[in-house]
């Protein structure tokens, strides 16, 4: 058994890492944790007035502190019922825009493009870079400077309050801007073909779902009231919960999310698949000339949209700036209201980021805030275990650390990290042990027996489920009585469910390998008609808390003898169980 | 510095618990920072490079406050290997944000209303502390995040083998400097006169009062600054809770010394 990881992943809210843990053949294990301790924002914003919550939370992340900025201010108008006018809106739209661009042309240069081009860092990968590592740095450092410009200053700035804006830039400098975007439009076109023409691997590629802002008037952008999903399904921004789902696991202080029990990628690549078809001008033609279906299943394809939507940003900016200059400075709009309830949705340039209050008494009495990178968690582990398992399949073991970097970069998740700071290690023999007795140290798991007994050792988990039911172990049943018990309808997950087979991991007989049944799911490994019904029955359920305890047969032959390595095994894991 | 690497400073940029704002900004000084790397070794900063040592030091600048056993473990650690180690920003001189449950049992509830009753099984959690709750700290450099101007001259002096010659005075006379009206006398709550000074009173350019978010400055008399705004007519949790957003532990004696005033 072996663990590769990928420890301190540099660049979010501090560090965070990857880790996959390798039993022969097969991948049993794969977790993305953040290490960042916990700073409880949502309970220190309880008790404040509004505005000091907008000074407050954007001090979560400083790499998105403006989009968090954008994401309360929108909250806590819907709740004061604040309208703001069009200047005001068009300003935060063009602060906003300067994020994207800094955002993603710092990842895209200096954290993805090293690995695709293969140099350790952006700095070595100047040696034959240089002109674009240059521009580059211009092009973020003026997405910078219109960050600067609408807040105040580089991080954390001030400037955007409940209302408006404490001040407005000068005619002579939006005009100064405007020119600054129409003269990086060459370089910028040249970043589009360079991203979408990247040759991205292949593996993983798999379905998810995909969730964004719809921005209003079936426009492109970064901010609307609605989430809408590749399904097609739309969610008003007050019901977010029905999508985000949050639940604590124990292994990081950031929360994760699902969707009906199914993880959800947020990000450049979400907007671009889900809204792509709205892109206008320079951006419509390039995505029509490089959108393909491998967008849809592949997270790398992230940097392509990114760079794409840098050109949505800079074709905007100039047709903000053009309203802007027409409307004189408006003051800054106050409220009167004391309660309410408001919730406000934009796009970070990671992904849909969440913020929703409730205000008694002019103070602030309840504070929920959803990030991207919380949102992407639980796909960032399923891709990267796709991953790690193909190319384990293909005896590629060595590529698995630097592909799931690549993964968990693609993603930007606040730790896009530029560290590469992955290890493999050895763990021990017959791990299967330790990990049943975390299980049962839980809840006392429930147990089927999975198998046909006329293929030999194909009878393994029935044999196994018998010989528990004779030593009157609770809870146990066989394949067959599943219907009869009904037990599957009744599963809340609120204890573990393990199943017994027999599993080709091709490798040696009698190995017994213990790992989550979502990772069993897609595999064509397991040869019994029970699969599909039981993923069928959970797939809405709480597949997390159910595993498969496989063991790998000699033969699965006609005939009813199960071999002697098999046999060995059951008796280990009947002891086990007994313990 | 012709004469080798041996001859320069060894320093270290570390991050602990906050929003990596002042390694953002740092990183953000895109053309110094050039000369940064070559005037000095720098040895460890997980965000702008991948080849960190964990070698001894003669500075130590630590961003964040310390929110989990293991970040305790890394600050003491840290001090060991550093001859002289500096605080960088809001949450590591003062506690910052996250630092505002100043009762333990307060922490506790809200930790639990946050995480129910999971066990975390990667990292103990601890109540946000500033970074000299556990070690020695030489020098403070306040921000949220930290101003460019100050955070180069302090690194300029340091290498120089100087100590850092920071503003002991509060935003009010950088204010000033900026030719601002004063927001208190238009009855509006700022934190000018009790907020280390710095920023070059950003926001009160901007037609907006002061936040506190660079701590409180040394000499401040909270005390006075308390009763003047009372005085002015703002409500007393306010003003204590105003005064604390940012403040962390920098106003625990202070909050507590007003247990007697009357609301």
Excluded at chain 1, 59 to 77: D, G, N, Q, W
Excluded at chain 1, 239 to 253: A, G, I
Excluded at chain 2, 108 to 126: A, C, I, R, W
Aim: net charge neutral; aromatic share 8%; proline share 5%.
């Amino acid at each position: 058994m072996k663990k590769i990881s990928v420890e301190h992943l540099a660049r979010v809210e501090g560090n965070g890492g990857i880790s996959a843990t390798i039993d022969g053949n097969v991948v049993t294990d794969v977790k993305f944790s953040i290490y960042e301790g916990p700073r409880l924002v949502e309970r220190l914003t309880v008790g404040k007035t509004p505005e000091e919550d907008v000074n407050i939370v954007p001090r979560i992340c400083a790499i998105c502190s403006l989009s968090h900025k954008y994401a309360v201010l929108r909250a806590m108008e819907n709740a004061l019922s604040v309208k703001v006018s069009p200047k005001v809106a068009l300003f935060r739209e063009l602060m906003h825009l300067g994020e994207m661009i800094e955002s993603h042309s710092l990842h895209l240069y200096y954290l993805a493009l090293p690995d695709y081009v293969g140099f350790p860092n952006a700095i070595a990968m100047a040696a034959k870079f240089d002109l674009e590592v240059k521009i580059a740095l211009e092009m973020k450092e003026f997405g910078n400077h219109i960050m600067k410009t609408a807040s105040g200053r580089y991080i954390h700035g001030e400037n955007p309050v409940i209302g408006g804006f404490g001040k407005f830039p000068s005619i002579e400098e939006l005009i100064w801007i405007k020119s600054r975007a129409v003269h990086f439009m060459p370089f910028v076109l040249k970043t589009v073909s360079l991203f979408c023409e990247l040759d991205y691997p292949d593996c993983p590629e798999d379905d998810t779902v995909f969730a964004c802002c719809n921005p209003d008037q079936n426009k492109y952008g970064f901010a609307g009231d609605e989430i809408i999903l590749s399904t097609g399904e739309t969610i008003n921004k007050e019901d977010y919960k029905s999508l985000t789902n949050e639940f604590v696991v124990s292994h990081s202080y950031a929360k994760h999310s699902r969707y009906k029990r199914e993880p959800y990628s947020v990000g450049a690549l979400a907007r671009v698949n889900n809204l792509g078809e709205r892109l206008k001008g320079e951006a419509g033609k390039m995505y029509k000339k490089y959108f393909n279906p491998r967008w849809k299943r592949n997270p790398l394809f992230n940097n392509a949209a990114q760079a794409l939507e840098i050109l949505y940003a800079f074709e905007r900016i100039p047709k903000i700036i053009d309203k802007m200059v027409k409307f004189p400075d408006p003051p800054i709009v106050k409220y009167t209201k004391k309660e309410g309830k408001g919730t406000g949705i934009v796009e970070a340039p990671r992904g849909l980021l969440i913020h929703s209050y409730e205000i008694s008494g002019s103070l602030v009495s309840y504070t929920d805030i959803v990030t991207p990178t919380a949102q992407n968690a639980e796909d960032i582990e399923r891709y990267c275990y796709i991953a790690a398992q193909k190319l384990l399949d293909k005896g590629e073991e060595n590529k698995i650390r630097d592909r799931m970097d690549l993964v968990v970069r693609a993603y930007d998740p606040c730790i896009s990290c530029s560290a590469h700071m992955a290890e493999v290690k050895k763990a021990p023999a017959e791990d299967w042990k330790a990990k049943l007795a975390e299980i049962k140290e839980k809840a006392s798991p429930m147990f089927v027996g999975v198998g046909n007994r006329n293929r030999s050792d194909d009878g393994a988990g029935v044999e196994l489920a018998l010989e528990l039911k004779k030593l009157g172990v609770c809870d146990v049943y066989l394949e067959s009585e599943l219907e009869k018990h009904k037990i599957l309808w009744e599963y809340k997950a609120l204890r573990p469910l393990i199943l017994f087979d027999a599993v080709d991991f091709k490798e040696a007989p009698g190995k017994v390998t213990l790992l989550p049944l979502n990772y069993v799911m897609d595999k064509t490994r397991l040869s019994h008609k029970i699969l599909p019904f039981i993923s069928m029955q959970m797939r809405h359920k709480h597949l997390k808390n159910a595993y498969m305890l496989g063991i790998q047969p000699e033969s699965i032959e006609e005939g009813t003898k199960i071999s002697r390595p098999v046999r060995q095994a059951i008796l280990k894991v009947l002891k086990e169980i007994k313990n | 510095m012709e004469k080798g690497s041996k001859e320069k400073l060894k320093i270290g940029i570390y991050e602990l618990t906050g929003c990596a704002g002042d390694a953002l900004l740092i990183l953000d000084c895109e053309q110094e920072l050039i000369d940064m790397f070559k005037a000095a070794d720098i040895q460890s900063f997980l965000m702008a490079k991948s080849d960190n040592i964990d070698g001894e030091l003669d500075v130590a600048l630590v961003e964040g406050s310390v929110s989990t056993e293991k970040e305790k473990e890394e600050l003491v650690d840290i001090r060991k290997r550093a001859k002289t180690v500096v605080a960088i920003g809001t949450c590591s001189c003062f506690g910052g944000i996250q630092a505002a449950f100043l009762d333990k049992k307060d922490w506790e509830k809200n930790f639990k209303k946050v995480y129910g009753d999971n066990k975390m099984t990667h990292n103990k959690p601890l109540q946000s502390k500033p970074i000299d709750a556990y070690i020695k700290v030489d020098y403070y450099l306040p921000g949220c995040p930290i101003g460019k101007e100050q955070f180069l001259s302090t690194f300029n002096r340091i290498l120089r083998g100087h100590p850092p010659e920071l503003y002991r005075f509060p935003v009010c006379v950088e204010c000033k400097w900026n030719e601002n009206d004063c927001l208190l006398n238009k009855g509006i709550l700022c934190l000018g006169p009790i907020t280390r000074a710095g920023c070059g009173s950003i926001c009160i350019n901007h037609n907006l009062p002061c936040v506190g978010c660079w701590g409180p400055v040394e000499e401040a008399n909270l005390t006075s600054e308390f009763h003047l705004l009372r005085e002015k007519g703002f409500d007393y949790d306010f003003i204590k809770k105003k005064m604390a957003d940012f403040s962390g532990t920098g106003m625990a004696d202070f909050l507590g010394e007003l247990k007697g005033e009357k609301k």
